[in-house]
């Protein structure tokens, strides 16, 4: 490694000849030395302040010939620069504040990097409003009941970052929390409505607030009907065997609380009837008990009307199929109008249903049933949904000879659950419709994101393919026309009478043009060194870094790796940027007195750090710097390294200084044979172009 410390070389005046020099007449050189004197402060005024962003800056219109023609085209560039301020301050305002979100931008200029400009900016705008528009849609989806779709969070196998990511985590989140949710409620019913699996709770893990409720009130649901059938069916099988001392104590409210009471009347009914029965038979008779029973019988009438149910007695051996008068009304059959036949119900039940309702019979070791089919009413055609429930009889040989129970109407409960399954179907095709639109949603960022990186780095591109066409017009013209005014004044002073005043004045103009001519080669070689195109990289930091030390005064040491060599014209003048930008920094804000510049090949890359001793600064995370406009300090830097798909790392504590590491992929040495290092650097130092 080689180390240079930096030092105030001597000013060089421009040579003016070369091969190429203008041969000026003494009598043209008089007419135009006047305004041409008056025109560069002028110039070089106009030109900082456009540096400092002022594009309202104006040239003369009243100048005549080439400073004419630079004022005017001047003029352009500042009036196009200062119309492009305005639109993009504009755009701010109706798209960003007011929602005009059709408004486009519209420069004065559409020639050229201009009209990239304005169409880029126009294709920027577009697709940063779209994620909006996503999300609006999405949400409505949802809203529609659409949950079978899920947002990617990677595109190309790149994860999604900032408010992205943010949003389609938030989008999955809420999707898969109503997926689990509706699951678990369909699982739920069909158990328990459906499969007649008593006991079956909702299960949704990790779950708040109105989620939370829902399945609370969920399982609520579910341990409440359960609790209730149970019961319900307890006391049935109670008094099917006689014992009628049992009664439903579950509790419940609305329709089942009515069923209930129904019931538990009934049982009270049964209870008291049959007790009056034994005491009547003791006391009364048979007639009186014939009495009493048909009284009974109405109340079991009016009660099973209640419950929406009705009972059955077969005789397996005798074929003898007994309905109550009220199963009978809810089979669509007249009083007495059922045949009273096992075939005569089978003939009700739907064909695909026949199956399932000859099951509890047909199983041997089943004693008691409890199974769901539908039927087809006689009257008007209707299917309605049966819960047949009840209890099988047996001989010794496990042979079924006696079925009793009862059928409970539960087409009102199977619509419920088909509403439902409905709804869980609509909400699995609004939610593959979702998930088809995230992906398409997802493939415009992926090509937005291209198209904002392409936009990004043809900007950086235009902004150095402007910064060297500057450098070469004031090198190459300006720089030329300064040195013909010189070369002239040298002429006048010459033939100028020795200790007059017209001999003062022409030595104090030609160190006037020294200095402008001076003024001219930094500022051209500012916005774009030539040794940076002729000599390569490593030369291009050591006179950046000597000219950076004698403006600031703050010591720059230079450390390159002499295996470095040439690298391709975009590393390089990326490079060249960013310890620009750095140095810039270093002396704009750290109030260090000395930095450092290193700059090696490490690990198969290129490795460049540049560090200071100044009072530091907070870290910044990379989604804040990520957040700052393009070609704007550390931005800027970060976009460049990007453009080569590098690495930005930024260390800093206060008191202690910055430093900032950037590492890129190695780019190939171009293979540009030259002059040993010291010839180099001497040949660049001392080497102008001919003047025209």
Excluded at 245 to 261: A, F, M, P, Y
Excluded at 315 to 335: A, C, H, I, K, M
Excluded at 540 to 569: C, H, M, N, Q
Aim: proline share 4%.
């Amino acid at each position: 490694m080689k180390r240079s410390r930096t030092a105030e070389p001597p000013a060089e005046p421009l040579k003016g000849n070369g091969v190429g020099a203008v041969a000026v007449s003494a009598a043209a050189l008089a007419r135009a030395s006047d305004s041409e004197h008056v025109a560069l402060p002028i110039l070089l005024a106009a030109l900082q302040s456009m540096r400092d962003g002022d594009f309202s800056v104006r040239l003369p219109g009243s100048w005549t010939g080439l400073s004419g023609k630079i004022a005017d085209t001047f003029n352009d560039i500042a009036a196009a620069n200062q119309q492009m301020a305005c639109e993009m301050k504009r755009m701010v305002q109706v798209v960003g504040k007011e929602g005009r979100t059709r408004e486009r931008a519209r420069f004065r200029e559409s020639r050229g990097a201009w009209g990239e400009m304005e169409t880029s900016v126009s294709s920027l705008t577009e697709d940063l409003l779209r994620p909006t528009t996503e999300v609006t849609r999405a949400i409505a989806a949802v809203a529609q009941g659409n949950l079978t779709q899920q947002v990617r969070l990677d595109v190309d196998g790149r994860p999604l970052e900032g408010e992205f990511l943010r949003s389609a985590s938030i989008v999955n989140t809420m999707i898969q929390q109503l997926a689990v949710f509706t699951s678990e409620v369909i699982r739920v019913a069909r158990e328990v409505g459906t499969d007649g699996k008593l006991g079956g709770q909702a299960v949704v893990p990790g779950v708040a607030g109105t989620w939370k409720d829902l399945t609370d009130s969920v399982n609520l649901m579910a341990s409440n009907l359960t609790g209730q059938v149970r019961n319900i069916a307890e006391v049935a099988t109670a008094v099917a065997s006689g014992d009628l001392s049992r009664k439903i104590t579950v509790d419940v409210r609305g329709e089942i609380l009515q069923l209930k009471e129904a019931i538990n009347t009934m049982v009270d009914q049964l209870r008291s009837f049959a007790s009056e029965v034994t005491r009547v038979a003791r006391e009364v008779g048979t007639d009186e008990i014939r009495r009493m029973l048909e009284e009974t019988q109405e109340r079991l009438v009016l009660a099973q009307h209640a419950a929406n149910c009705g009972t059955f007695d077969y005789d397996v051996r005798t074929r003898v199929n007994f309905w109550s008068d009220e199963l009978q009304r809810l089979y669509g059959f007249v009083p007495g109008g059922f045949p009273r036949t096992y075939e005569g119900w089978l003939d009700c039940v739907l064909p695909e249903d026949r199956e399932i309702a000859r099951a509890p019979e047909q199983a041997s070791p089943c004693r008691f049933f409890d199974t769901e089919f539908r039927i087809r009413r006689r009257d008007n055609g209707e299917i309605r949904w049966m819960n047949s429930r009840g209890r099988i009889q047996r001989d010794g040989s496990g042979k079924a000879i006696r079925v009793v129970g009862l059928n409970i109407d539960i087409t009102r409960t199977k619509r419920v659950e088909e509403d439902l399954k409905r709804a869980h179907e609509e909400l699995k095709g609004a939610h593959e419709e979702l998930e088809v639109r995230v992906q398409d949603r997802t493939a415009e960022l992926r090509t937005a994101q291209d198209r904002l990186r392409k936009l990004t780095g043809r900007l950086m591109r235009s902004q150095d393919e402007e910064r060297r066409r500057i450098a070469r017009e004031l090198h190459d013209g300006l720089g030329q026309y300064l040195v013909a005014v010189k070369m002239n004044l040298d002429v006048l002073a010459m033939s100028a009478p020795a200790r007059s005043g017209l001999l003062e004045n022409l030595t104090d103009a030609i160190k006037q043009i020294e200095n402008a001519i001076a003024e001219v080669r930094t500022m051209s070689h500012l916005l774009h060194p030539p040794l940076l195109d002729e000599v390569g990289l490593e030369l291009a930091l050591v006179w950046y870094a000597e000219g950076f030390a004698k403006r600031s005064g703050i010591d720059v040491e230079v450390d390159i790796s002499p295996a470095l060599g040439r690298l391709d014209t975009e590393a390089e003048t990326a490079l060249f940027r960013v310890v620009q930008e750095c140095l810039t920094n270093v002396h704009r804000h750290s109030g260090s007195a000395t930095a450092s510049v290193r700059l090696s090949r490490e690990n198969g890359g290129l490795r460049l750090e540049v560090c200071d001793e100044g009072r530091g600064m907070p870290t910044l995370p990379s989604e804040e710097v990520s957040s700052l406009a393009p070609g704007v300090g550390l931005q800027g830097i970060r976009e460049r390294v990007l453009q080569l798909r590098g690495k930005v790392d930024i260390t800093s504590s206060e008191g202690e200084g910055t430093t900032v590491t950037v590492t890129i992929p190695d780019t190939p040495q171009t293979g540009v044979a030259g002059p040993a290092p010291f010839e180099r650097t001497c040949a660049a130092l001392t080497s102008e172009r001919p003047l025209r």
